[in-house]
């Protein structure tokens, strides 16, 4: 399974951007798919996620300005970041929690990471 996520750069503070992250292998079924960032000197932590019935959870410090969503046809998971700030800068992940196979244990997969610099 490869998660490949696409979309990052630079941009001025109160820009937008749209990030995107596709699943693709042996997939048999895709549960959850979220967004983690990690800025320098700093953990890893939760942006936001969303499962495969649609069911959202957003960080506190962007709730009201990201919005994640899916294309389950496309295994797919966008991040649309509005009105960015500064500290939104950091390496951004994909995750997708899923089962490869009917009868496999589901498990983790990471992105290997987009570059989110907001700066003027």
Not at 26 to 39: E, H, K, L, P
Not at 105 to 119: H, L
Request: a positive charge; hydrophobic letters at 35%.
């Amino acid at each position: 399974v490869q998660l490949v996520e696409s979309g990052g750069g630079l941009v001025q503070p109160g820009g937008s951007l749209r990030l995107s992250c596709a699943a693709s292998g042996s997939i048999f079924s895709i549960y959850v798919m979220g967004w983690y960032r990690q800025a320098p000197g700093k953990q890893r932590e939760l942006v936001a996620t969303i499962t495969n019935g649609g069911s959202t959870n957003y960080a506190d410090s962007v709730k009201g300005r990201f919005s994640i969503s899916t294309d389950n046809a496309k295994n797919t998971v966008y991040l649309a970041m509005n009105s960015l700030k500064p500290e939104d800068t950091a390496v951004y992940y994909c995750n997708a929690y899923l089962r490869r196979a009917v009868l496999e244990a589901t498990s983790d997969y990471w992105g290997q990471g987009t570059q989110v610099t907001v700066s003027s």
